[in-house]
């Protein structure tokens, strides 16, 4: 015990005695768009056809994992100017890989490359990130970052709520012409290339002036006295040669990627010939940017003015008559199970999907949220959780004939979309879940799309999906039911479905211990 007790104590007095260096950064702000990119091009005149004017907010559903990789890479291949790009989880795997090919090849071009990554996983990547950031047109920063040299366990321990908070935003944008925001981070398990996990995810690509509204929160991160550049954290230091070296790096691993199915996947994906022939829906209509203040990692929980929610609360309190919600990690509390019953009792209809006990890749998230089930089930909420044997080709968020069956057959599947559908009008697309952690502790941003064309659309294929895609949730005297639909037939079961005593025990007990509002 006593050695115990020291060892905690060496611990805090080493992380006391740590700190970041002064961040003496310069600010950098967007590029105007001098010419319009190749894939807005595109769009615009696609647009044309249609009849939609050249300057407005045009929007491209992106629900297909490899579709959503295939967007960034054109973006990336006809980049001219700058790109900006906000993540979360940036993961070294193939799709991380591919898009760090793209980036050197556009800085390589003489675009000016800014990446923006949150520190929650770049643990040991100092040394490839600097390499990357040693390209005179590659600038890299890392958001709210752990002190180097020291242990990051014992920096969660002793500094928790203000190293727990972090940057979850997802962005995307080339030459402030097009953004890309949605639900997905880098990574295979978000583009259809895991061969074990695929997360059925949504994106929207945007044109037009909400564009500017993205840019405009890029570098207020980007700014922030919380954003370092990867040169002041990392003691590496490259010579003059590095950038030739890389390039050789990247081109000879670009090669030997050649063959891989995914790769081929991409070669005969055809979105860009769909755009060009008017052959996916494009919609137009007003489009606002909402975004936590970047304050927020450092405010007061009770500072409101720096939160996302209060922007997006008028929008679902508005609702008159139906309220459809997508989140994967889905942690009303107390105040959101009031709020729900409000809404019910108003006569609006409420739809929640969010994942079961086997999709879910968090199971403390879990752990918070069935505690609230049966509440939620007794007032009338309509409750769906995700089936994690569904097939890939299965996941269905918009309305598009494009689809496509996975190259690996099945997989685990995951819920990763965050939207919400108010009352077939308008809809939320972006990385915000309903849980504590979104709303209080973490920074994200949305993009809330006033058309009735799309919202219909989305939301007319969640109902023609959703008893295919998840269980349907009732209350049998008190006790739980898991109903599907399965080749015609309805299958039910009264214990989370597919999962085994112990992780139901696990699960039980995990819900009695405090900590809800860091889910």
């Not at 193939?94 to 990446?115: D, F, H, K, P, Y």
């Not at 058309?451 to 219909?456: D, G, I, N, V």
Request: aromatic fraction near 10%; include cysteine.
């Amino acid at each position: 015990m006593y050695q115990l007790s020291l060892g905690l104590a060496l611990a805090f007095l080493l992380t006391a005695c740590s700190s970041l260096p002064e961040n003496s950064s310069e600010p950098s702000y967007t590029l105007d768009n001098l010419v319009n990119n190749q894939l807005e091009q595109k769009i615009i005149s696609a647009n044309r056809e249609i009849g939609f004017a050249d300057n407005a907010v045009t929007m491209l559903l992106l629900d297909d994992g490899t579709d959503a990789f295939i967007a960034r890479l054109s973006l990336l291949n006809s980049a001219q100017n700058s790109v900006d790009l906000q993540y979360y989880l940036y993961h070294s795997d193939l799709s991380g890989n591919l898009l760090t090919m793209a980036l050197w090849q556009a800085a390589e071009r003489g675009v000016r490359v800014r990446l923006l990554l949150d520190d929650m996983d770049m643990a040991g990547k100092d040394k490839t990130l600097s390499a990357l950031a040693s390209h005179p047109n590659i600038n890299i920063r890392l958001f709210n970052p752990f002190v180097r040299g020291k242990n990051r366990s014992s920096q969660f321990v002793f500094q928790f709520g203000a190293i727990t908070r972090r940057m979850h935003n997802k962005s995307f944008t080339v030459d402030n012409s097009i953004s890309i925001l949605g639900g997905r981070n880098i990574g295979d398990v978000y583009f259809g290339a895991d061969e074990n996990t695929v997360f059925g995810d949504l994106d929207v690509a945007l044109t037009g002036p909400v564009v500017t509204e993205v840019s405009h929160s890029f570098d207020a991160y980007w700014n922030s006295p919380l954003a370092y550049p990867i040169q002041l954290l990392s003691s590496y230091e490259w010579e003059a040669q590095t950038t030739e070296l890389i390039s050789q790096a990247l081109t000879q691993k670009w090669e030997n990627k050649q063959q891989h199915a995914y790769v081929k996947q991409l070669k005969a994906n055809n979105l860009m010939e769909l755009i060009h022939t008017n052959q996916v829906n494009i919609y137009t209509g007003e489009a606002k940017i909402l975004v936590d203040d970047p304050a927020k990692i450092t405010a007061s929980r009770s500072k409101q003015q720096y939160h996302l929610a209060p922007q997006l609360a008028p929008y679902i309190h508005g609702a008159e008559n139906e309220l459809i919600i997508v989140s994967p990690y889905f942690v009303p509390g107390k105040e959101g199970v009031e709020f729900f019953a409000d809404l019910i009792k108003r006569g609006i209809t409420v739809k929640v999907l969010t994942n079961s006990l086997k999709s879910n890749d968090v199971m403390v998230v879990h752990a918070g949220y069935r505690k609230y089930r049966k509440a939620l089930l007794a007032m009338g909420v309509k409750l769906y959780e995700m089936d994690s044997k569904l097939l890939t080709s299965d996941y269905v968020f918009s309305k598009t004939d494009n689809k496509k069956s996975s190259i690996w057959g099945k997989s685990k599947a995951s819920l990763h979309a965050k939207y919400f559908v108010i009352d077939r009008k308008s809809t939320f697309i972006g990385s915000l879940n309903l849980d504590p952690r979104s709303l209080y502790e973490n920074t994200e941003i949305g993009v809330i799309l006033e058309t009735e064309a799309l919202s219909e659309d989305v939301a007319e294929q969640f109902d023609n999906h959703i008893n295919q895609i998840a269980f349907e949730l009732s209350l049998v005297d008190n006790n739980i039911i898991w109903s599907k639909i399965e080749s015609g037939e309805t299958i039910t079961y009264d214990k989370e479905p597919y999962s085994s005593w112990w992780e139901r025990f696990k699960v039980g007990f995990i819900s009695y211990l405090p900590g809800e509002s860091q889910l």
